[in-house]
């Protein structure tokens, strides 16, 4: 069974510290994988999405990497900001042009003053 | 600013009431997925669209959920009749291939649905 496995569940950090989120998977085949940021009450919105080739990926203090090889994926937020706190999903896309996604539950992130 | 819009934001009917959501996709968008989303099981594909055409709808529970696409500018959720267990809210999204076959997703703000 397709499955997207994240940790951790919940996150409190301070304020301009840095944090790793982790995501594990079991989809395949696989095509891509993506992270969302999801605000409360809003609906996601993409941060990065990779192929199997693709190692690493940055969008501003966001940085994702993959290693296809023991199926695993991390978010790195550097210095992170107020507006950082968010459910952060781990979405993965089985086969070529597949758009069946598997989601992961998600972790959700405090930043604290 | 292009963006999926989803009707309405909020919902709240009684059990066994039938309950529409609708979606906006982005223009120019031909793919089109609604999701639902709860705390237990998180986001979970329900149906998906292509050119308007259904091409997977095996997440949707048959009996009580349909979902159509009149046309290309909107998509409706239907549930007949609604329960309890229903209560989650409900994310529209569209997008397009890419040349690389990949189709990124962009989401609608969702309806909440509560049936009580």
């Known amino acids: 069974k397709n499955q997207v496995e994240q940790s951790p569940q919940s996150l409190i950090i301070l304020e301009g510290k840095n944090c790793t989120l982790q995501c594990n998977y079991t989809v395949s085949p696989f095509s891509n994988l993506r992270w969302y940021k999801q605000d409360t009450g809003r609906g996601p919105v993409s941060l990065t999405i990779m192929t199997f080739s693709e190692n690493t990926k940055s969008n501003g203090r966001y940085t994702a990497t993959l290693d296809a090889d023991t199926k695993q994926s991390s978010l790195h937020i550097t210095a992170s900001q107020l507006s950082d706190s968010a459910s952060y999903i781990c979405?993965?896309?089985?086969?070529?042009?597949?758009?069946?996604?598997?989601f992961g539950t998600g972790t959700r992130l405090t930043i604290i003053p | 600013d292009a963006r999926v819009t989803q009707t309405p934001r909020d919902k709240v009917t009684e059990m066994g009431q039938e309950v529409t959501m609708r979606c906006q996709p982005i223009?120019?968008?031909?793919?089109v997925f609604w999701y639902r989303q709860t705390m237990m099981q998180g986001l979970e594909l329900l149906a998906y669209?292509?050119?308007?055409?259904?091409?997977?709808d095996s997440g949707m529970p048959k009996d009580r959920f349909s979902a159509e696409m009149p046309d290309a500018t909107l998509a409706t959720l239907k549930i007949q009749p609604s329960e309890p267990r229903d209560s989650a809210v409900y994310f529209c999204?569209?997008?397009?291939?890419?040349?690389?076959?990949?189709?990124?997703?962009?989401f609608g703000q969702g309806t909440r649905l509560t049936v009580v």
């Open positions: 223009l120019g968008h031909n793919t």
């Open positions: 669209f292509r050119n308007r055409a259904p091409l997977d």
């Open positions: 979405v993965v896309s089985g086969g070529f042009g597949n758009e069946k996604l598997t």
């Open positions: 999204a569209s997008g397009s291939k890419h040349r690389d076959g990949n189709t990124e997703a962009f």
